[in-house]
């Protein structure tokens, strides 16, 4: 069986992490039409190979938001996003899932993501989350 | 022809093989400083004539928490031993370079807030002739 790519080993760590928020309503990139909010959406920003030494590594920023009709709704499970995230890889907090393969060295907390979305029906929605960087390490050198 | 990649570098100081885990660039000199030879009356110019020759090396290495105990007797000041590198890996037909050195320098862990990585930044002097040299020898 080939080797597990860094960004499926982040995913799966997400899917059992922020498993406790919004009810379990968390999901890549865009969520299915009818989901009540609140809701979580993460997804891939920017990052890749990191060339920091042989092994491999990877340098992954994400967007991990929450989605509600409530600003204050998006921005306090914003902050549990948070506790759940900033600094806990397995060099800081130590909370976030291992991986078989990959290890989660640091997670670091960059840049606030703050949306306000006004539907054509009346509706609106607050967008609060962060972006975060995972910094990655297969456990073998391959 | 393909342009060489840098990231298969092969390093051992002193039996301790470290290719897995340098980092950052890695230095390698041999210097030979001239000696003046002026003679003759009336002289309007220096003459010069070759003197010894020298080598010296650095390069880093990363602090893996994993294997770190596996290498870090090899990275104390003042060892003496034989360092062997090899730009292009270990295999035979690529350059190398061999020589006795002294390990007289010894930086680090430095940290930073930023989450960087901790290193050692390792500066060896020759202790004799190398006995490979990249302008001529392979492994």
């Known amino acids: ?142 | 022809m393909a342009v060489v990649n840098s990231n298969n570098a092969y390093l051992n100081w002193n039996g301790t093989d470290l290719s897995a885990i340098w980092i950052g660039d890695v230095g390698v000199s041999g210097d030979n400083s001239s000696v003046e030879t002026t003679s003759g009356a009336g002289a309007t110019h220096i003459m010069r004539n070759t003197g010894l020759s020298d080598s010296s090396f650095s390069f880093s290495v990363v602090v893996d928490d994993v294997t770190f105990n596996s290498y870090k007797s090899a990275l104390v000041p003042g060892t003496k031993g034989t360092l062997i590198y090899g730009p292009e890996g270990a295999v035979t037909g690529k350059p190398k370079f061999e020589c006795s050195m002294i390990l007289n320098s010894v930086g680090g862990a430095n940290a930073t807030i930023a989450k960087g990585v901790h290193q050692y930044d390792l500066g060896f002097e020759g202790a004799a002739a190398p006995t490979a040299t990249l302008q001529v020898s392979v492994f």
């Open chain 1, 1 to 142: 069986m080939s080797e597990t790519l860094a960004i499926e080993a982040l995913y799966r760590a997400l899917h059992v992490h922020l498993a406790g928020l919004c009810g379990g309503k968390h999901f890549p990139f865009i969520a299915p039409p009818t989901t009540p909010t609140p809701f979580i959406i993460y997804g891939f920003e920017s990052g890749g190979e990191a060339d920091r030494r042989r092994r491999d590594n990877q340098t992954l920023t994400m967007t991990v938001k929450c989605i509600a009709d409530q600003l204050e709704d998006s921005l306090m499970n914003a902050r549990q996003i948070r506790d759940l995230l900033r600094d806990q890889g397995d060099q800081e907090g130590a909370t976030f899932p291992p991986d078989a393969e990959w290890r989660f060295t640091t997670i670091s907390q960059g840049l606030l993501v703050h949306v306000y979305e006004e539907w054509e029906d009346g509706r609106v929605f607050y967008h609060a989350g962060h972006q975060y960087t995972f910094t990655m390490e297969r456990k073998t050198d391959g």
